[in-house]
């Protein structure tokens, strides 16, 4: 058995990374066979007709030309990775964007309904219009699921001193949704759930600013 050598006083560890997806492999697996199901059985629905009209050659090359995006789109998140290092967040699918937390220009809550299933984010933007999307949250009907405990304190620890993007309301929302968890409310009583379910209904995307986020956090309790 060796004894680990101890860290002397003047070196300095790297930032512990964060992986920042509620999925598991089983669910990211599932998510990817689905969504190639469904390429397939849209390319062979337009390739069936345009081969039906214009020739096996025509139906082939339809269904290659529906297929071709699509399978890209899939694939594309298949690739997916997020994590947090220190404040600094990246992405990676075919490359890799990174942003600072600490010092991105702009912070807006992003509430997304498709078909029923709201997803709560984290729109981050930085410089030259980059930006990036961090879900915390994704709810259908009274349950769904949510960052884990770690991502949720080490973004809240992130945004907290970025005072030009209003960092410390979010660092707050995110404080009293960890409580929340800690109280064992229900779902639908903690601070995510609530914005989601108080969005107007009938829009995909729906953005709140620093201010709009403020008043939510003025009502909260705790």
Do not use: C, H
């Given at each position: 058995m060796t004894e680990q050598e101890p860290t002397s006083a003047g070196e300095t560890r790297d930032p512990e990374r964060v992986p920042l997806s509620g999925d598991d492999g089983k669910a990211g697996r599932k998510r990817v066979v689905s969504g190639l199901v469904a390429v397939a059985l849209l390319a062979a629905a337009f390739g069936g007709v345009a081969g039906f009209i214009g020739g096996q050659v025509a139906g082939l090359v339809v269904a290659g030309v529906v297929a071709?995006?699509?399978?890209?789109?899939?694939?594309?998140?298949?690739?997916?990775?997020?994590?947090?290092?220190?404040?600094?967040?990246?992405?990676?699918?075919?490359?890799?964007?990174?942003?600072?937390?600490?010092?991105?220009?702009?912070?807006?809550?992003?509430?997304?309904?498709?078909?029923?299933?709201?997803?709560?984010?984290?729109?981050?933007?930085?410089?030259?219009?980059?930006?990036?999307?961090?879900?915390?949250?994704?709810?259908?009907?009274?349950?769904?699921?949510?960052?884990?405990?770690?991502?949720?304190?080490?973004?809240?620890?992130?945004?907290?001193?970025?005072?030009?993007?209003?960092?410390?309301?979010?660092s707050q929302l995110l404080v009293a949704q960890l409580r929340s968890e800690a109280r064992g409310d229900a779902a639908a009583d903690r601070p995510l759930y609530r914005l989601a379910s108080a969005a107007p209904s009938g829009k995909l995307a729906q953005r709140f600013s620093m201010e709009a986020v403020s008043r939510f956090v003025a009502t909260l309790e705790g």
């Open positions: 071709a995006p699509l399978l890209l789109l899939v694939l594309s998140a298949a690739r997916r990775r997020m994590w947090l290092e220190g404040t600094t967040v990246t992405v990676r699918t075919w490359g890799s964007r990174r942003l600072d937390l600490a010092t991105v220009s702009r912070i807006d809550l992003l509430i997304t309904d498709v078909r029923g299933t709201r997803t709560v984010s984290l729109l981050v933007t930085g410089g030259q219009r980059a930006a990036i999307k961090i879900d915390l949250a994704v709810y259908a009907g009274t349950g769904g699921r949510e960052l884990g405990i770690l991502p949720l304190r080490k973004l809240a620890d992130a945004v907290v001193n970025n005072l030009d993007a209003g960092g410390l309301v979010f």
